[in-house]
């Protein structure tokens, strides 16, 4: 219990999915978190949820004067950011042929963009606070490529770089600023349980020990490890969390 104590964590794309689970999860170990994402209502609900230790702001993440005001905003609650959980993202399914480019610049601009602002403004603000952590949520699609998702696969493996550039350079500076990327395959979330269907308990771990898809929770628990002073010489790791799918290959 307790194990991120004080922190001041940001989670982007909280309102749902390993974004909530994320912000639950650290709230509960003692940090205080600001949730952000587009869906103003659904992000409100959830920071009631957590109670006087969350607090909630709007944000589009491929917006540069978005990133400006959550840093801003948390400063002047806070006084302080530990941690940055990169997690908004989108997914849309498509083949090289089949990706336009309107489709392609609209993920980049989200998942790679989006990540980049994270990173360059969360890097300034913890040099401030004496430290902190990254946390990037990348992807098994970066790391193999899915045909099906283009885009998507291509702006995490941008995530997965860029990870290693903020870890190299934070390091070499001294900042004591560790950044990381988690790397899953499925997860059952609602962003995913479009393409799943409804009968999803099938899918479980518990169920089925061959299953490519986690639960949001399991994803939480690393990113509290990440955040943690536990992982404190963990920098510019790519973890995976996929029951081991990629060793047995897509």
Known sequence: MNRVEGKVVI????????????????????ARVVLTDINQEAGRKVTD??????????????????????MKATLD???R????????????????????????????????????????????????????????MSSVAALTGIPITCAYSASKGSVAALT????IHCRLNGYRIRCNSIHPD???TPMT??????????LRIENDPATRFCDPKDIANLVLFLVSDDSRFINGAELRIDNAQMVVGL
């Open 49 to 70: 949820e957590i109670g006087e230790s969350a607090t909630f702001v709007h944000q589009d993440i491929s917006l540069e004067d978005d990133w400006k005001a959550l």
């Open 164 to 167: 290693r550039c903020v870890a």
């Open 77 to 79: 609650r806070f006084g």
């Open 81 to 136: 950011l530990d941690a940055l959980v990169n997690n908004a993202a989108i997914l849309m399914m498509g083949s090289i042929e089949d990706t336009t480019l309107e489709d392609w610049r609209k993920v980049e601009s989200v998942n790679a963009d989006g990540y980049f602002l994270g990173c360059k403004y969360g890097v300034a603000a913890m040099k401030e606070s004496g430290g902190g952590s990254i946390v990037n």
């Open 11 to 30: 989670v982007t794309g909280a309102a749902s999915g390993v974004g909530r689970e994320d912000a639950i999860l650290l709230a509960r170990e003692g």
């Open 186 to 188: 499925g997860i059952l």
């Open 193 to 202: 349980l479009g393409f799943l269907g409804n009968d999803i308990d099938r």
